[in-house]
């Protein structure tokens, strides 16, 4: 299985539809007629451009873009603009933010696609017998109220 196809495992059709309209609704409420309309296609750059950022670090993101030898990688540029990248991930929304209420809870801003993915997770992965899970395998010492 390609990698691609190993993402798209969890991140089904439905659920970056979810992403592509809301972050397109958020990008229109904050940009008006200057916001390009976004397609699966320009989603699944964003999410590849930042899956391959957590492989290879930079200082910041616009390292990435940079034509500095020291960070020049020409596969950013290639796949999509650094002005385009940055709108997109300013926008990224998975919810209306209009249809909050006092009584939403606090994971609201996660909308229906954390429990979407969470369902997706059970359906394509069994842990096996042995299984260990330690709190030490991720270093964090911050506070979480819904943990």
Request: with cysteine; hydrophobic share 35%; glycine share 4%.
């Amino acid at each position: 299985m390609t990698p691609f196809g190993f993402l798209k495992l969890f991140l089904t059709t439905t659920i970056m539809q979810t992403i592509i309209d809301e972050t397109n609704r958020f990008g229109l409420e904050r940009h008006g007629d200057d916001w390009e309309k976004l397609s699966d296609k320009d989603m699944w750059r964003v999410f590849a451009l930042i899956i391959l950022m957590a492989v290879n670090k930079k200082p910041k993101i616009t390292s990435y873009w940079s034509t500095n030898p020291n960070y020049h990688q020409p596969i950013f540029g290639n796949t999509l603009s650094r002005n385009r990248f940055l709108r997109i991930l300013s926008c990224l929304h998975l919810v209306d933010n209009s249809t909050r209420t006092p009584t939403s809870p606090r994971l609201f801003k996660l909308g229906t696609c954390y429990q979407a993915i969470v369902n997706r997770l059970k359906a394509v992965y069994t842990p096996l017998r042995n299984i260990s899970i330690d709190e030490t395998l991720s270093h964090w010492r911050g506070r979480v109220s819904f943990r």
